[in-house]
Antibody
Framework: QVQLVQSGAEVKKPGASVKVSCKAS????????MHWVRQAPGQGLKWMGW????????NYAQMFQGRVTMTRDTSISTVYMELSRLSSDDTAVYYCARVPRDGDYIDYWGQGILVTVSS | SYELTQPPSVSVSPGQTASITCSGDKLGDKYVCWYQQKPGQSPVLVIYQDFKRPSGIPERFSGSNSGNTATLTISGTLAMDEADYYC?????????FGGGTKLTVL
């Protein structure tokens, strides 16, 4: 069965960076794009960008351009999302989410990672 | 940038029909999907490509999309359907989510 297992919760200080991971299993890793979506406490879903695990190509939401980097390691079916210059506004649950190559919807979500930014 | 607008809240009595709207410029020209999110859980896809239901989603969930408005309809609403619902579409190469609607079943 498809599983997206994310790394554990993180606590960071303002100005620091965080790198979180998402390990995929149960399907061919390179056949599906991986997106990242975040959700601040009590707020809605905010799309951050995607990575094509096959080529490594990426597309980031404008609001995160210059601060976010998405990478992958095909040998272990894992994608990573690194966010730099953290502020308290970045406190949120971060989800990885799978999208079919020719699809336009998220069919599986990771369990989410709480990233807390606090001095 | 493209925006999707949802009502913040919708209330429905058990057994009745709930309708949640999602509005955007020429939204009918795009595919819309809907996610259900219960407290402390990851979202779950309930409708994709306007009206299709993923395997395992009950038939009481249906969708439509025309003009500037997409609608998620839940027929015979159950207490377990109480959740936040988000619409989503693509704007060229970027993904856009609606602000979310809290469905209360009372």
């Amino acid at each position: 069965q498809v599983q997206l297992v994310q790394s554990g919760a993180e606590v960071k200080k303002p100005g620091a960076s965080v790198k979180v991971s998402c390990k995929a299993s149960g399907y061919t890793f390179t056949d599906y794009y991986m997106h990242w979506v975040r959700q601040a406490p009590g707020q809605g879903l905010k799309w951050m960008g995607w990575i094509n695990p096959n080529s490594g190509g990426t597309n980031y939401a404008q609001m995160f351009q210059g601060r976010v980097t998405m990478t992958r390691d095909t040998s272990i079916s894992t994608v990573y999302m690194e966010l730099s210059r953290l502020s308290s506004d970045d406190t949120a649950v971060y989800y990885c989410a799978r999208v079919p190559r020719d699809g336009d919807y998220i069919d599986y979500w990771g369990q989410g990672i709480l990233v807390t930014v606090s001095s | 940038s493209y925006e999707l607008t949802q009502p913040p809240s919708v209330s429905v009595s058990p057994g009745q029909t709930a309708s949640i709207t999602c509005s955007g410029d020429k939204l009918g020209d795009k595919y819309v999907c809907w996610y259900q999110q219960k407290p402390g859980q990851s979202p779950v896809l309930v409708i994709y490509q306007d009206f299709k239901r993923p395997s395992g989603i009950p038939e009481r969930f249906s969708g439509s999309n025309s003009g500037n408005t997409a609608t998620l309809t839940i027929s015979g609403t159950l207490a377990m359907d109480e959740a936040d619902y988000y619409c989503q579409a693509w704007d060229t190469t970027t993904v856009v989510f609606g602000g979310g609607t809290k469905l209360t079943v009372l």
